[in-house]
């Protein structure tokens, strides 16, 4: 895949929508691509956060506990929350066909974070509307 078309598939990632060209190619020297087969475990509930992921290609199931709780596909992205604060995970992610990720490791992102703090800033208002959306929805 081309730098052009990572960088186009970022931008499109709703946590990186705000961010500026420069800003995107602040993230991007950090990004490496990864293939996963299916039923491989990206990331697996309760474990230390090790990577961001943005899925480029293939479909991936979200579990808590038992329980299938969403469907990821080419553009959607897991281990956001994760990446920044390094608590647990909250899901187990796993590949339910052969998957190809455009990847971070925590440990370079919150480096990112702190370096950039335009890009903290934008991805900390992104988070803020997903936290209101999220309080509305509860309410109702």
Do not use: G, M, Q
């Given at each position: 895949m081309t730098k052009a078309k990572e960088l186009e598939l970022l931008k499109g990632v709703s946590l990186f929508e705000e961010l500026s060209r420069k800003e995107l190619n602040a993230v991007h020297q950090w990004v490496r691509q990864e293939r996963f087969p299916q039923g491989h475990v990206l990331v697996q509930e309760g474990a230390p956060s090790q990577t961001f992921y943005v899925l480029t290609s293939g479909t991936a199931k979200v579990k808590r506990g038992n329980r299938t709780i969403r469907m990821l596909g080419p553009g959607d992205y897991l281990g956001e929350i994760a990446a920044i604060d390094r608590q647990p995970r909250s899901a187990t992610v796993?590949?339910?066909?052969?998957?190809?990720?455009?990847?971070?490791?925590?440990?370079?992102?919150?480096?990112?974070?702190?370096?950039?703090?335009?890009?903290?800033?934008?991805?900390?208002?992104?988070?803020?509307?997903?936290?209101?959306?999220?309080?509305?929805?509860?309410?109702?």
């Open positions: 796993i590949a339910d066909t052969p998957v190809e990720v455009l990847a971070i490791p925590a440990s370079y992102f919150r480096p990112l974070l702190l370096e950039h703090p335009t890009i903290a800033y934008k991805i900390i208002l992104v988070l803020c509307r997903r936290l209101r959306a999220a309080e509305r929805n509860s309410l109702l």
